[in-house]
């Protein structure tokens, strides 16, 4: 319950900041307190005491400006070729399998948020594999927030923590983790190390 938990408020703090979700904050903490987390407290104070058109300006800069900081899980391994295509489809055939109805008419189907909230809610054994499976990319996204010094880096960290093992402390580290995964599970994955977000290491 813990994991669905820290799952299920990361969605919502990873997803562009709104009224609603600043109405929400004191059932988070709440949540997250029953199940004895604290590692997004911070954030948390933080939101409440930031004016929400600033949180707005913020997200934008952070997420909508820099590739650094993609949360489209397989635009780490595929970039924006032709592959990816694929890799979307499989992330709608997981969302399908399920049983439950994603509503992904908004959003490309890796968007992390929804992602997580899937895993939280609606199929957390197929999530978590989704979320093993892209590992790599939670691991370079949350490097890459912390380079920066955005705080969101601690909601990432968060997520990743949620996973068995702990983070890589590099990108060195975090294809040392590709290049050991078992072969279903890399295939792309090379693109981390040689495709368009290459230039970031």
Do not use: N
């Amino acid at each position: 319950m813990r994991t669905r938990v820290v799952r299920q408020v990361a969605s919502y703090l990873l997803a562009y900041p709104d009224q609603r979700l600043l109405d929400q904050v004191p059932v988070l903490r709440a949540a997250l307190a029953e199940q004895g987390v604290t590692s997004l407290d911070a954030f948390l104070d933080e939101l409440e005491a930031t004016p929400l058109r600033e949180l707005e300006r913020r997200y934008v800069d952070v997420f909508d400006l820099s590739k650094r900081h993609a949360l489209y899980l397989s635009y780490w391994t595929d970039g924006d070729t032709r592959r990816r295509g694929e890799v979307l489809a499989g992330f709608k055939a997981a969302y399908r399998a399920s049983g439950f109805l994603v509503d992904t008419s908004g959003e490309l189907p890796d968007y992390l948020p929804m992602v997580l909230e899937f895993a939280a809610v609606a199929d957390p054994v197929a999530g978590e594999e989704l979320l093993r499976q892209y590992r790599p990319s939670l691991e370079l996204l949350r490097i890459g927030l912390e380079e920066d010094k955005t705080p969101y880096a601690g909601v990432v960290a968060a997520v990743c923590a949620t996973l068995p093992g702990p983070s890589p402390k590099d990108r060195a580290a975090v294809q040392a983790m590709v290049d050991s995964s078992p072969p279903t599970e890399t295939v792309g994955l090379e693109l981390v190390q040689l495709g368009p977000i290459g230039g970031y290491r």
